[in-house]
């Protein structure tokens, strides 16, 4: 990975998203503009390919992409919870201020808080897009 100024450097990349070898990560929105410098350096973390938004595993952690205009951002973090083992992180990565498709916190927090998981902490993960670790919840 080849992070930016503000972003945090590969070794401590494991460190900021709590993922680890073994581990299996589901990616949802896929599209042209995501970082795939992030993404290569998550595959690393975890030492296998990101499973698609149709896999039927049981996963340990979700990468949600999200843009102003994908839809609903309610229904889409609903929906990473079909497959994700209890207690496992949803990571929600949003273009940054001043970036087209940027989401406001404030939207992020009420859909959060709408599908039954709580913001933890935001992150600039890469020098267009911030990621914000989600809860899921225990039981």
């Known amino acids: ?3 930016s100024a503000d972003a945090p450097s590969s070794s ?8 680890t070898e073994g581990q299996i990560v589901q990616e949802i929105g896929y599209d042209d503009d995501v970082d795939l410098d992030l993404r290569d350096a998550i595959e690393d973390l975890i030492g296998a390919e ?3 938004e149709d896999t039927q595993e049981i996963v340990d952690a979700v990468v949600l992409w999200w ?11 609903v929906d990473t919870l079909r497959n994700i083992d209890a207690g496992a ?4 990565m949003t273009p940054k201020a001043g ?3 940027h989401v406001v916190p404030g939207e992020i927090q009420e859909s959060a808080g709408i599908a039954g998981l709580r913001v933890m902490s935001s992150v600039s993960l890469a020098k267009d897009w911030t990621g914000t670790r989600l809860a899921s919840r225990t039981t």
């Open 67 to 77: 843009r102003d205009g994908d839809g609903d951002l309610t229904d889409a973090m």
């Open 1 to 3: 990975m080849s992070p």
């Open 50 to 52: 990101l499973e698609d």
């Open 99 to 101: 970036r087209d498709g």
């Open 12 to 19: 401590s990349l494991s460190e900021v998203l709590n993922l």
């Open 89 to 92: 992180p949803v990571w929600v």
